[in-house]
C-alpha cells in the first residue's frame, strides 16, 4: 500500500513539470559585482590622423569646406572636370591643395575661409589703406578687432571724406562692386563753400567731359531743408577724388564731403567711427547687385 507521502509526490509529478535547478535572474535594478566584470583590453584607435595643412588639403574637402557639398559629391563633381586649381581642370582624386593655390568650382573663386562683410561709418583724418609708412592713422586701426579675418577695404575714402566705407574679404563681390559696368550707386552729402547755382546744377546733372574722360552723374539736388550749398549727389563712378573734382570743375571748394550710401547701405544707427556687420539679408541684397 502507497503510503500518503508518495502518493502526494505521484499526483505532484503529473501536475507540476519538474523546474530548472537554476533561477532566472532578475534584470532589473541589476548591478554587476566589479570583482566579477570580465575585463578586455582597449582596441587600437585606427582613426586617421588629421591631415597637416603645411602639406595641402585634399580637394574634395576644400570644396566641401567651401560649402558646396559634401566630400563624396565633390569626388563626383571632380570626376566630371567641375574644378580647376591655379587655372587646370583636375580630375585626381586625392589631389592636394596648396596654401597659394587658386580654386574655381564652376567657374566661381572658392575659399574655406568664412566670408566677412564689416560696415564702417569712416571719421575724418583716416587715410583708406592697409598701413602707412609715414605712420598716420589708417581705417584698419579702427575695425582690426572686428574679426580674426584679414578683410579688406572695397574702393577708398579719401583723407577728409567721411561716411560709409565697406570691408570684406569676399574678393568676387569686391570686384563687382567696384567695377563700372554693375552701376553701384553712392550718394554724397557734399557741404560746398558756396552757393551751387541752378545753372551749374543742370549743367553737371548732365554728361560733360571731365579731365578728358566722360562724367555721368545719375542724379544731383539740395538737401531739403538746409542751404543751396548743402547738395546731395549720387554716382555710381569709381574714379579717385571724383566728386570733389566735379565740383572743382565749375568752380566750387569741397569743404565736407560724407558718403551716406553705398550699395543700397545707409548710415542708420551706425554713429561715426563705429563699425557693425551686415546682415545676412543685405549680405544677399548686394550679391544680386
Known amino acids: 500500500m502507497a503510503t500518503r507521502e508518495n502518493s502526494s509526490r505521484g499526483r505532484h509529478a503529473k501536475k507540476t513539470p519538474q ?44 570644396i566641401a569646406n567651401a560649402g558646396i557639398c559634401s566630400r563624396r559629391e565633390a569626388d563626383v563633381y571632380i570626376s566630371a572636370g567641375n574644378a580647376t586649381v591655379n587655372g587646370k581642370i583636375v580630375t585626381e582624386m586625392g589631389y592636394k591643395v596648396q596654401v597659394n593655390d587658386v580654386v574655381r568650382f564652376d567657374g566661381a573663386l572658392l575659399s574655406i575661409e568664412t566670408k566677412r562683410y564689416v560696415l564702417l561709418n569712416k571719421p575724418k583724418n583716416m587715410i583708406t589703406t592697409m598701413d602707412d609708412d609715414r605712420g ?85 539736388s539740395y538737401v531739403e531743408g538746409q542751404s543751396k550749398t548743402e547738395v546731395g549727389i549720387e554716382i555710381h563712378s569709381g574714379r579717385n577724388r571724383i566728386v570733389r573734382k566735379i565740383f572743382e570743375n565749375f568752380g566750387y571748394t569741397v569743404v565736407k564731403l560724407d558718403r551716406v550710401i553705398f550699395a543700397g547701405l545707409t548710415k542708420k544707427n551706425l554713429p561715426r567711427g563705429h563699425f557693425r556687420p551686415l546682415t545676412n539679408q543685405e549680405v544677399i541684397n548686394m550679391n544680386m547687385i
Open 136 to 220: 598716420r592713422k589708417t581705417v584698419m586701426h579702427i575695425i582690426e578687432s572686428a574679426t580674426k579675418e584679414r578683410i579688406y577695404p572695397v574702393g577708398r575714402l579719401d583723407r577728409n571724406t567721411t561716411g560709409l566705407l565697406l570691408f570684406t574679404n569676399d574678393g568676387d563681390l569686391a570686384k563687382k562692386l567696384t567695377h563700372p559696368k554693375h552701376n553701384v550707386k553712392k550718394l554724397y552729402h557734399a557741404s560746398l563753400d558756396k552757393k551751387l547755382t541752378m545753372k551749374d546744377m543742370q549743367t553737371i546733372s548732365g554728361n560733360f567731359m571731365l579731365e578728358g574722360k566722360m562724367v555721368f552723374v545719375d542724379a544731383i
Open 19 to 62: 523546474k530548472s535547478p537554476v533561477k532566472k535572474m532578475k534584470t532589473k535594478n541589476f548591478r554587476p559585482n566589479p570583482q566579477n566584470v570580465k575585463t578586455f583590453k582597449r582596441k587600437p584607435n585606427t582613426t586617421p590622423k588629421k591631415e597637416n595643412v603645411a602639406d595641402g588639403i585634399r580637394l574634395n574637402k576644400y
